[in-house]
């Protein structure tokens, strides 16, 4: 990472609550395309949350605790703030000064932008705006949020102007908190309806969607320079699954999550 950091632009998509299993069919049944031809292998690495629910996980991942690969350890971390004794931080870790992945990659010239998803980043309240506090530049309006059937296209045309009014020679940090897979998802899946509720169906209807505008963010965030992405779930859901529905609760479905990063080349 210390190669990247400096020399490409940045790229965290977190899409909240998709569950690993949901997004290894999809990609396996040649369902997400644009998603899929950006995975190492075509598939998902199969990794564990740092958090059930998404303001726990996003407090670690921004501290630098990304989704952990789901073998035993330990495993070298990307982005670590430098305190004694940890295990995790590596040749090629890139270790910041500051309390947060955020602030550390601010300190060594990046634009930070937040383009928020769930309620935990919509800044309707103290709660709502921790996390997107952290960002020198922060965006949330009701179409982006979990009501909307439209909000990953509404916030991939947000991040399009975010990425063509910066300069040139700035480096950029852009993340993006994707609402679509969250409750509700009902109205992804043609047919489904509202009194129906939420199935295992519908969320992967919801991921099908979110593919079909993914490509534009890719474009977006290579537009100026090459581009390092990380895309991966915060944690997943329960539809049922021993009696469990939603999240913040400790199952499996819960906790494994889909992983992948790698890098965009510059769009010419």
């Known amino acids: 990472m210390n190669d990247i950091v400096g020399s490409h632009d940045l790229l965290l998509v977190t899409l909240d609550t998709l569950r690993h299993d949901v997004a290894e ?30 303001y726990a996980s996003h407090q670690a991942m921004f501290a630098g605790f990304l989704p952990t690969p789901a073998t035993p350890g330990p495993h070298p971390r990307l982005f670590a703030a430098r305190f004694a004794g940890s295990e995790t931080t590596a040749d ?23 383009i928020g998803g769930v309620g935990f980043f919509n800044k309707q309240g103290p709660l709502g705006s921790v996390l997107p506090g952290m960002f020198h530049e922060s965006h949330w309006e009701p179409e982006f949020g979990v009501a909307s059937p439209t909000s990953f296209g509404a916030q991939v045309t947000r991040a399009e102007k975010v990425v063509a009014e910066l300069s040139p ?25 509202r009194e129906a509720g939420d199935t295992r169906a519908t969320h992967a209807a919801a991921l099908e969607y979110v593919d079909r505008h993914i490509g534009r963010l890719f474009d977006a965030a290579s537009s100026r320079r090459p581009c390092f ?30 992983y992948a990063h790698f890098f965009l080349d510059e769009v010419a």
């Open 169 to 193: 020679e700035q480096r950029l940090l852009l993340f993006v908190n994707v609402a679509a897979l969250h409750q509700p998802n009902w109205f992804h899946l043609p047919g489904a309806t």
């Open 92 to 114: 090629g870790t890139f270790v910041y000064d500051t309390p947060d992945l955020v602030s550390g990659l601010a300190a060594v010239g990046y634009r930070t932008v937040c």
């Open 25 to 54: 069919e999809l990609a396996a049944a040649g369902r997400i395309p644009n998603l899929a031809r950006h995975l190492p292998g075509g598939g998902w690495e199969r990794r564990h949350a740092p958090g059930n629910f998404t």
């Open 229 to 258: 992405a990380i895309v991966c779930s915060d944690h997943g859901t329960a539809y049922g699954e021993d009696g469990y529905t939603g999240h913040r609760v400790g199952h499996d479905v819960v906790w494994t999550v889909p």
